[in-house]
């Protein structure tokens, strides 16, 4: 057992080490606090503990005290003094490095009063900011592994099965297929060839803007392992793996550890908590290739074999890893587990909708003003995450639409903003839960421009195994590219669809099948856009700048800016015409569109249309 | 190091949860505040903050805070701290010594009965207008 745990202390200051605070130097700030807190000889009073993600990476470095709950934000080392000797010694919060929601004009001080955190419910993420994720016991603290000891000795393998399936989890790694019916399949697959079973964990994720996964494995990997575990004794299998991205440093060293102390205290190994069941778990690093995340091609990786999907079926269920029934769940869906055996099916699915159950972490990024880790459950609606959670759009500005479900998502217009968040609604309109990414985008955004984006993303990421993704993805990125130069023909729109329904029609897997989702989704809701582009040669939105004509407006220039001649400095082609207190010009012949005159002026006297 | 049984697991739950236990939203049964502002901590309220800790380290424990916080506004009497009794109104306890924070601890935080002498008064000034 760890030492620190057996001293009290009055206080514990939780520091924030996830992945983005650490990038925020939250190790820094660790430091500094233990200087400090040394320095005024309260070491034998106040803990330090780093703990994983805390979700509100918008303003990290965070701190949050306990008991108290008292939530710091945005820390810079030289607050630091300040707030040991103020708080810490002396009793007095130090307002001032709280969060003050925009509009308001004090802080809020208590984590739990907060907008962001209010209206979540915490499953997957029930030890967030509460357990330091290299401490096994801080984890059993919390109940961890008590749903493996239940699993272990008081449930038949039926029993947790039957449990499962009745929560109605499903998949939270996109699909959303039930867990339970595909563990029953597993369970009931045949082990002819050589009696093994394999459980893997996905921890592929590579949609743009996604981090759940990487935030839980950082945060919490006994809560993977324990979730592994019971699934494994549930369909009869002995070793587990583990694949997760080798671009998240932090989340292989984190399980790394955390296995090596469930191994230490038997909880993996053979016969663990003396039940006479042996299990243990293998990492896998994948080497970042978005389709590895495809549950085929993942498995090919893990063999050694180039990552390529192969048809299903057969199923992994049937023929998975080295042709033995393998059953692969994403980390949301294995940390929701030891959960579920807890405190039962019938909880979990109190929680959500009639066809969505429990919760579901997103991660929110984009034009929002509260970027970061939220979960919430299910059946909540867009409006809830994007203006009570998500404090709304920066600046201001108008909310446009939001991207779900990654490259294999779309974007749900703003007009939809009451749409509850469940894997058939999403569906419905076009999109698709996917892992859980959700990138708000405001009315600077230009739809044509996201889609080629998407587009880029999944061409650049296809295998190439089959032809309809190789091709198809790159036929409708150079249609897009065209479009977003002002080179767009009548044509494009049906072509874009035409292409778009073969490939989804005929792609070998799900990134293809799914590929065209984003161009798709767009031409829905926002055609008049693509319209715009391809027959009236503008970009409404400004953003694809070969459609802009940059003009000065003359007046604002001399009254304002008196000619500060700034443009004309920075204009790399020579287009801008005046000097210092005279107004300038551009020279439209001259202007290769590069948009720098527009950046850099302080009065905005340069225009676009 | 050995495998773990359930028992052990058990032990390591309630020991660990003994330490992390503050972290949590619960509600407590009792709560200590020593007021540390800087005339408490120079008539010695850290000394008394630790006389706190160690009886607080001895017992088993879960529901009872022990905090600080500024200026109690008596700077003549400090040290000082305040025990609140759930359900009960707060006691304010001046010119404190660590055998009578250990007093305290043991006879009112413990066993429920307030110590008159070392008393200011009961209750708390009017924090709403």
Redesign the interface.
């Known amino acids: 057992m760890e030492k620190e745990n057996e001293k009290a202390y009055r206080m514990h200051l939780m520091v924030c080490a996830g992945t983005a605070c650490v990038s925020n130097n939250s190790f820094e700030i660790k430091d500094a606090l233990e200087k400090e807190i040394k320095k005024q000889g309260l070491e034998d009073e106040i803990l330090v503990v780093t703990t994983g993600c805390n979700g509100f990476c918008e303003r990290g470095p965070l701190l949050v005290v306990q008991p108290g709950n008292i939530f710091y934000q945005q820390l810079e080392k030289k607050n630091i003094p300040h707030l040991v000797e103020e708080h810490f010694l002396k009793g007095r919060p130090v307002k001032k490095l709280m969060y003050k929601p925009p509009k308001e004009k004090s802080p809020v001080p208590v984590l739990s009063d907060i907008n962001f955190f209010k209206k979540q419910v915490l499953v997957a993420l029930r030890n967030r900011g509460l357990v330091d994720p290299e401490k096994i016991d801080e984890y059993i603290a919390r109940d961890g592994y008590s749903a493996l000891a239940k699993a272990l000795t008081e449930m038949k393998a039926e029993q947790i099965l039957n449990e499962v399936k009745n929560s109605g989890l499903r998949g939270r790694g996109g699909g959303g297929f039930p867990t339970g019916i595909k563990w029953e399949f597993v369970r009931k697959a045949s082990t002819s060839n050589g009696g093994e079973k394999y459980i893997v964990c996905n921890g592929d994720e590579g949609d743009p803007g996604a981090f759940m996964d990487r935030s839980i494995l950082e945060a919490d990997p006994h809560s993977v392992i324990e979730g592994m575990i019971i699934g494994a004794k549930a369909m009869g299998a002995n070793k587990g793996i583990v694949y997760v991205r080798n671009e998240y440093p932090l989340a292989v060293s984190r399980l790394n550890t955390a296995l090596r102390q469930a191994r230490d205290y038997g909880l993996l190994g053979k016969d663990i908590l003396g039940s006479g069941f042996d299990f243990d778990i293998k990492i896998v690093r994948g080497a970042g290739a978005f389709v590895c995340g495809e549950e085929t091609a993942l498995m090919a990786s893990i063999m050694g074999r180039l990552g390529e999907p192969r048809p299903r079926p057969p199923y992994p269920a049937e023929k998975g890893l080295w042709g033995h029934p393998t059953c692969i769940n994403n980390v949301e869906s294995w940390a929701n587990i030891p959960t579920i055996i807890n405190r039962g099916a019938k909880w979990f699915s109190s929680i959500g909708t009639d066809t969505s159950k429990g919760t579901k972490v997103f991660s929110l990024v984009g034009k929002i003003n509260n970027t970061g880790l939220v979960e919430v459950p299910m059946g909540i609606t867009l409006r809830e995450i994007i203006e009570d959670i998500g404090g709304g759009i920066p600046e201001g500005k108008k909310f446009k639409a939001v991207q779900t479900g990654g490259p294999s998502g779309g974007c749900i217009p703003s007009e939809k903003i009451d749409l509850p968040i469940d894997y058939e609604s999403l569906t419905e309109v076009g999109s698709m839960m996917g892992s859980g990414g959700m990138v708000v985008m405001d009315e600077d955004t230009c739809m044509v421009d996201v889609a080629k984006y998407f587009i880029s993303f999944t061409q650049n990421e296809s295998c190439g195994k089959c032809t309809p993704c190789r091709e198809g993805t790159k036929a409708m990125y150079e249609i897009l590219d065209r479009i977003t130069k002002g080179e767009g023909l009548e044509e494009d729109i049906d072509l874009l669809e035409d292409l778009a329904k073969s490939i989804k029609d005929s792609a070998l897997c799900g990134l293809g099948n799914t590929a065209p989702n984003p161009v798709l989704t767009t031409l829905r809701y926002f055609r008049d856009e693509y319209e715009a582009h391809i027959k009236e040669k503008k970009c409404p939105a400004h953003v694809c700048r070969e459609l802009n004509t940059y003009y000065i407006d003359e007046e604002t220039c001399l009254k304002k800016g008196h000619g500060c001649d700034m443009c004309r400095k920075n204009c790399t082609a020579d287009a801008i015409i005046g000097e210092t207190k005279t107004a300038h010009k551009i020279n439209q012949e001259k202007c290769i569109k590069c948009g720098v005159c527009y950046d850099v002026c302080r009065f905005d006297a340069v225009k676009v249309k | 190091?050995?495998?773990?049984?359930?028992d052990d697991?058990k032990k390591?739950?309630e020991?660990?949860?003994?330490?992390?236990e503050?972290?949590?939203?619960g509600d407590y049964r009792a709560k200590i505040?020593?007021?540390?502002?800087?005339c408490g901590?120079a008539a010695g309220a850290?000394k008394i903050?630790?006389a706190f800790?160690e009886e607080?380290?001895k017992t088993d424990a879960t529901d009872i805070?022990?905090?600080?916080?500024?200026c109690a506004g008596l700077c003549s009497k400090e040290p000082m701290a305040t025990i609140e009794i759930s359900g009960q109104a707060p006691v304010k306890y001046i010119e404190l010594t660590e055998k009578k924070a250990k007093e305290i601890f043991q006879k009112h935080v413990m066993e429920g009965n307030l110590i008159k002498k070392y008393a200011l008064g009961k209750g708390s000034e009017k924090t709403d207008a």
Do not use: A, Y
């Open positions: 190091m050995p495998k773990l049984t359930i697991l390591i739950r020991k660990t949860k003994r330490r992390t503050l972290r949590e939203d505040t020593v007021h540390m502002g800087t901590i850290r903050m630790n800790m607080l380290e805070l022990l905090t600080n916080s500024g």
